[in-house]
């Protein structure tokens, strides 16, 4: 053997044999290590999660069932600490006649009928006073007189030694006469203490173990499971198995609670035990693995049978595709090297519509992205070095202009006329507010100050034509937002939407918080609405998404209208902020802008 590979390894194979025969090998060293790996390490974590979840279950279970015993617990003390029911049977006297027994045994029955309806698995209740007179109570008091006297006198016996507690017994068949077959009971005994501690007699509660069986049937999904309950002192309750046979076990040593795998009987079994919080009940479980382990055992042969096929699918996958991915690959590492040079329009020939071709496709438009973005750049530093220059040539009327506003407002003032004064006041902050650059960030409180300017000077021209609300909370005033932003949406109101409106020019800004689609994005929202003429469909799309002819203007004047908000939000802050606008032609617009709720800008304050 050991010639065969030597005299292998010495021969010339191709490239494409050689990669077939290394793939090959690693696949099957590969495949066979890591499905034996993986059998083990899935077998280790399946049953520490399984013993997991099955001691989490059998906790969830006897909780619901602890909680069931202390509502049977809260009905019997009903029972013993109703003066009425202490009062009867502390009344029974030896020269008690039978009838007067009767009706003494029918008015508790009375007054235990709501008992009955609360805990419908209580099949009989049997009372003994001091005398040991008996009163046997419920539909079916006569189970009772199925059961052995010693087991029932045995039981009140242990009452001796408690005060009060509930004591416990699982009724075997060996505690029924002869003539009566084998049920599913369970006896529940205590002393009758009233709330002043004195002991007036005892009482026995027959159960069935559907309170049992109601929970801890929920136990045997995996199968083959047994469950065994026991009281506080060890003696079992209740246990069953899924095959409905009862049978005692020998536990092995196992903790208070916790969980344990033991091989018994050729296969391995999950042992589990809780201990109840309230009446001090122990459940164990005992579930086989077997039939799991057996279906673990698919993982290592499914590992098997995929090296082996994973060796043929590689065999014929390299055999077809070497021939066609050499070329390609080394066109497209040719056209890499030339773009490494500088040359980023070079393109490669597709030649397939594969994964090759994809790239090959994905590397062409990267080039030509490279080589757009590189002449955008380009001209952007034209474009910014010559908006420098307007710039600065605009800057010199406005300052001209805000001196003589100046000037004109002391000349009202001093001549007494406030009203003129006060609209040149407005007119000048709102000229020296224009001055600073406009994709400069300002809070709101500015923003909205400068409309304010701006809906005086309007509201003089309009008199009583116009009414202007502007409802905004305080703990949005510091919010940053771009400059200049808002002012061309309201003058657009007046420009447009009351150009053919003679009266009644109604204006509303209101601003307010937004939670995202995806309750991790805060929008702060500005609804500018009139009640002007408002928009067509057609003049809707035109602003929001203009034409490519119309997105520059002339050099002579920058256009600042609700494009220009549209393009300046996308410019800064881009998806999922931006404009919508809402209208319906004869009655009005509302224009809704959606920007970032901060206080604060990215790197910093602003």
Not at 389 to 402: M, V
Not at 462 to 469: G, M, N
Request: net charge negative; charged share 25%; hydrophobic share 40%.
């Amino acid at each position: 053997m050991r010639d065969i590979v030597v005299r292998l390894l010495r021969r010339r194979f191709t490239f494409s044999t050689k990669l077939i025969l290394i793939l090959v090998a690693v696949n099957l060293g590969i495949s066979g290590i890591t499905g034996l790996i993986t059998y083990r390490v899935h077998l280790t974590l399946f049953n520490e999660e399984l013993s997991r979840q099955y001691s989490m279950q059998n906790q969830q279970v006897l909780a619901r069932l602890d909680s069931r015993i202390k509502d049977i617990y809260r009905i019997s003390e009903y029972i013993i600490f109703n003066p009425m029911v202490k009062e009867l049977v502390s009344g029974v006297e030896e020269s008690t006649s039978s009838y007067e027994r009767f009706m003494l045994e029918h008015e508790l029955e009375e007054q235990l009928r709501q008992v009955r309806l609360d805990a419908p698995e209580i099949i009989a209740i049997r009372i003994y006073d001091l005398k040991n007179n008996m009163f046997n109570l419920g539909t079916y008091a006569g189970s009772f007189q199925q059961l052995d006297p010693g087991f029932l006198n045995e039981t009140i016996g242990q009452l001796g030694e408690t005060s009060g507690e509930y004591i416990w017994r699982g009724v075997g068949e060996e505690q029924f006469f002869q003539d009566y077959a084998y049920k599913n009971w369970v006896l529940a005994a205590r002393l009758m203490r009233s709330t002043e501690l004195d002991t007036y007699g005892v009482m026995l509660i027959l159960l069935n173990t559907s309170l049992f069986e109601t929970y801890l049937k929920d136990l045997r999904q995996l199968g083959d499971t047994e469950t065994y309950l026991y009281d506080s002192n060890g003696a079992m309750l209740y246990h069953s198995t899924e095959s409905g046979v009862q049978q005692e076990i020998i536990l092995p040593p196992m903790e208070d609670r916790g969980d344990l795998i033991v091989q018994e009987d050729g296969g391995s079994y999950l042992y589990t035990k809780q201990i109840s919080d309230k009446v001090n009940f122990t459940l164990v479980s005992r579930a086989s693995l077997r039939e799991i382990h057996h279906r673990s055992q698919l993982i290592l042969k499914v590992a098997v049978m995929s090296a082996i096929a994973s060796i043929l699918l590689f065999w014929l996958i390299i055999t077809i595709i070497s021939k066609r991915l050499l070329s390609p690959l080394k066109s497209l590492v040719k056209a890499m090297t030339l773009v490494r040079t500088g040359k980023f329009d070079t393109r490669v020939d597709i030649r397939s519509r594969d994964e090759l071709g994809f790239i090959g496709d994905r590397f062409n438009q990267m080039t030509e992205q490279i080589d757009t973005l590189i002449r955008e750049v380009y001209q952007r530093e034209l474009s910014e070095k010559e908006a420098e220059l307007k710039a600065i040539q605009a800057q010199l009327n406005p300052h001209f202009l805000y001196n003589s506003l100046g000037m004109f407002f002391w000349r009202f003032y001093s001549l007494g006329d406030e009203e003129a004064a006060q609209l040149v006041n407005s007119l000048s902050e709102m000229l020296q507010y224009t001055l600073e650059p406009a994709g400069r960030l300002t809070t709101l409180r500015d923003e909205l100050k400068q409309i304010d300017h701006y809906l005086s000077i309007q509201k003089a021209r309009h008199k009583e034509v116009l009414t202007a609300e502007i409802d905004v909370p305080e703990e949005l005033y510091d919010c940053r937002i771009i400059r200049l932003l808002i002012q061309p949406v309201v003058e657009n109101v007046f420009v447009h939407a009351f150009r053919d409106k003679k009266t009644g020019h109604h204006l509303t800004l209101r601003g307010y918080r937004e939670t995202g689609t995806d309750q991790s994005i805060s929008f702060l929202v500005l609804d500018i609405e009139d009640n002007g003429c408002g928009m067509t469909e057609e003049t809707i799309r035109s602003i929001l998404l203009p034409e490519p002819s119309l997105a520059h203007q002339s050099s002579e004047r920058e256009g600042i209208g609700l494009s220009s908000v549209v393009r300046r939000i996308e410019l800064m802050h881009g998806k999922p902020y931006g404009i919508q606008i809402l209208s319906t032609p004869g009655l009005g617009t509302k224009i809704r802008l959606r920007l970032p709720d901060k206080t604060e800008w990215e790197g910093g304050k602003t």
